[in-house]
């Protein structure tokens, strides 16, 4: 009979034995080793490119309409310690780009007269500054910011899939060229965006570590609320989250371990319930509060401006609120704004009001088709899968919200109001790896590649970004106008066309925007102001302006014939 075969004997030592024999030379333990430091590589790798990509498009345009806004009241807060300018905006946001600011150190004149704009446009461009080196150092803090919120987009898939899934959110985030277009200016709805995204994270890892998580998750939420008022429909959101995080840490943690969760109540469900919601709540107001008091710890405010009255319930509302005085003018600026008879743009079509779906159809037009087919299917994947569903609540509810609440708004301006869609999308693209399927891994890497194709092809131009479905960058302005393509960032390129194409010649310029033409180089004069008889030779305008004008801009348009465009949002013609 014959000797049976033994068998090694499987010791943590066997497998690793039975490798070196097969491998003498220990490829495959190299390989191995170095296999740890790939994710962190290719995580700097794509951060290192969004930050390239953002600080070039920093370094060439000029300031959009909001940004002078912004940069003045921040140099305001640091130079003069005043709740004065922009009370529609909470001032965390503008803290951050006052760390900018002060490394720029401008020539500031607390005393000139006029609105937040002109103080803006005063600060920039008639007080000794040079506009393109304090924009610069302006817009450093937000993509410093925007490059830690891919972090935790990376962070936020890893928790949920793995290593591959956090890989795959990071780089759709970041070659978002909506992201990266907001990412790289001084303004506050990136910095909004990235603070909700983070509670809802920081919410879910509470379900583990309640008593660390839930306080954290409160922070991030103030540092929202603090920042744009229109995350303010986020709250009751995250506040039940923390509820069923502290339900979850409750019902999941052993025995010997539930000693710190008694000041959650454990004892009583729906005590610890209530209490996560109370203390995501009470720290998101001290965040709040500690926001106003950093500008002025004794809270004086002095608005420049008017702040309209608000009536019946929103006024109670109001005064309900327990946040600064500031804070609650601040709201009533919101209402009165969202009460004004505004102008929207939405495929060649110009209207007064608002649509309730022009937000989705913006988004579509200039969210890339891989994110929006990898995004969806990771949401699918997050309601699908048994191990994920827990999450679909952190993950899905917010945006969802938010986004609601958003389509309400009054002022069809942009995707910049619904910035957290790509964000919480590239999230839940990193839900896909959890799909199973043979084709899985190579649908999914091909979609970011094209992702990543798309971003680049529009390179430096993001702003104007639209999707191949639509045309690409170079057909957004028949299809969206404002902050989608055109606000006012290429009046330096424009300078720069002007010097190189048409030295001379006489140019009529309608510029939408808050940059002034003549710091650049460009003389020009109103073709509005004068008989249309009068003008001849190069006529430049916006894409805003051309898609509202009406009367006697629109018949110079019509008897001109374009000649070419700047930046992708401003037409040039001859006429």
């Known amino acids: 009979m014959m000797a049976r075969e033994q068998l090694p004997v499987l010791t943590p030592a066997a497998p690793a034995a039975a490798r070196a024999r097969q491998d003498p030379s220990g490829r495959w333990a190299r390989l191995r080793r170095h296999r740890r430091w790939l994710p962190p590589v290719l995580a700097v790798l794509l951060l290192g490119q969004m930050a390239a990509a953002m600080v070039t498009t920093a370094v060439q345009q000029t300031p959009t309409i909001d940004e002078p806004v912004y940069v003045a009241t921040a ?17 965390l946001g503008k803290l951050l780009i006052a760390a900018g600011v002060a490394v720029a150190d401008p020539r500031y ?68 060229p909506d992201v990266i277009a907001h990412g790289s200016l001084a303004t506050l709805d990136l910095p909004a965006a990235g603070a909700v995204l983070t509670a809802a994270w920081l919410a879910w890892r509470a379900r583990r570590r309640p008593v660390l998580y839930l306080p954290l ?40 371990r ?53 009536h019946g319930a929103r006024a109670r509302l109001v005064e309900l609120l327990p946040v600064p005085p500031a804070y609650r003018a601040g709201l009533r600026a919101q209402f009165g704004l969202e009460e004004q008879p505004w102008q929207g743009y939405l495929f060649g079509h110009l209207y007064t009001g608002s649509l309730w779906y022009y937000l989705p159809a913006a988004l579509l037009v200039k969210t890339p088709l891989g994110l929006l087919a990898l995004g ?45 869609v790509p964000v919480f999308l590239a999230v839940a693209a990193g839900c896909l790896p959890a799909l199973r399927g043979r084709w899985r891994g190579f649908l999914t890497g091909a979609l970011v590649v ?95 302006a051309a898609a509202k004008a009406r009367g006697r801009l629109a018949r110079l348009l019509a008897s001109s014939r374009p000649v070419g465009e700047v930046g992708h949002s401003i037409g040039l013609y001859r006429r």
């Not at 929202?224 to 039940?240: E, H, N, Q």
């Not at 925007?513 to 003549?518: D, E, H, I, L, R």
């Not at 249309?532 to 030779?537: D, L, S, Y």
């Open 75 to 91: 140099t305001d807060y640091l130079r003069e310690h005043r709740l004065r300018y922009n009370p529609e905006h909470p001032p």
């Open 258 to 310: 539930r000693w710190p969760l008694s000041w959650l109540g454990a004892r009583r469900p729906a005590v610890s319930a209530l209490v996560a919601a109370v203390v995501v709540a009470v720290v998101a107001l001290a965040v709040v509060w500690a926001a106003y008091l950093v500008v002025d710890p004794r809270l004086r405010f002095a608005p420049a401006g008017p702040v309209p009255g608000v």
């Open 376 to 420: 969806a299917a990771g949401a699918v994947a997050v309601v699908a899968v048994r191990r994920l569903r827990p999450a679909a609540p952190y993950l899905l509810v917010p945006p969802v919200v938010l986004l609601a609440a958003a389509m309400t708004g009054a002022r069809d301006f942009g995707t910049r109001y619904a910035l957290f």
């Open 109 to 176: 004149d607390p005393s000139y007269p006029g609105d937040q704009g002109q103080v803006g446009r005063h600060l920039l461009y008639a007080s000794g500054n040079d506009p393109w080196r304090l924009m610069l150092w302006a817009r450093l803090p937000v993509i410093a910011l925007t490059l830690l919120c891919g972090l935790v987009v990376a962070a936020f898939a890893r928790d949920l899939t793995g290593t591959a899934g956090g890989l795959v959110a990071l780089a759709l985030y970041a070659f978002s």
């Open 450 to 544: 094209w992702v990543a194709v798309s971003s680049l092809r529009t390179f430096p131009y993001y702003l104007p970004y639209a999707n191949e479905a639509f045309g690409g960058p170079r057909r957004t302005h028949r299809l969206l106008h404002d902050s989608n393509v055109d606000w006012g960032q290429d009046l330096g390129r424009l300078a720069d066309r002007l010097r190189e194409r048409y030295p001379g010649e006489r140019v009529w310029l309608v510029y939408k925007g808050s940059g002034v033409p003549s710091y650049y180089g460009i003389e020009a004069a109103d073709p509005r102001t004068v008989p249309p008889r009068r003008v001849h030779g190069l006529l430049v305008v916006s894409d805003s």
């Open 217 to 256: 998750a409160g922070a991030a939420l103030g540092a929202a609320t603090a920042t744009k008022m229109s995350t303010l429909p986020a709250v009751p959101v995250l506040m039940a989250l923390a509820a069923v995080s502290a339900l979850a840490a409750r019902r999941s943690a052993p025995a010997p």
